[in-house]
């Protein structure tokens, strides 16, 4: 009998941050952080822009995709979403 409860499926996630709403790298930070509370991510890439913003993927497990698409939204802005998307093995 296998007891393994099995892990959320990946989403692969691109963002670009609008350098209005995230003005230097230190704004960036705090938002790391409250991404990564929201599952466990993996392959994360950063570009950070010199005049502010930037461009963010990775991939993060996430139970609920309905939920993890809003909360993003709420978190950079729904436009700053480039891609969402579950990545099917």
């Known amino acids: ?5 099995p892990e959320p499926a990946p989403v692969m ?3 670009r941050l609008d350098p209005r ?3 230097a790298r230190e704004t960036l ?3 790391v952080a409250k991404m990564a509370s929201l599952g466990r991510m993996d392959c994360i890439e ?3 822009a010199p005049t502010g ?4 993927g990775f991939l993060i497990y996430a139970k609920s995709l309905a939920r993890l ?6 978190l950079v802005g729904e436009e700053s979403i480039v891609e969402f998307r ?3 093995a």
């Open 1 to 5: 009998m296998n007891l393994a409860v």
């Open 13 to 15: 996630v691109e963002l």
């Open 21 to 23: 709403r995230f003005p």
């Open 29 to 31: 930070m705090p938002l």
């Open 46 to 48: 950063f570009a950070f």
């Open 53 to 56: 913003g930037g461009q963010m």
């Open 69 to 74: 698409r809003e909360t993003l939204g709420h």
């Open 86 to 88: 579950a990545v099917v």
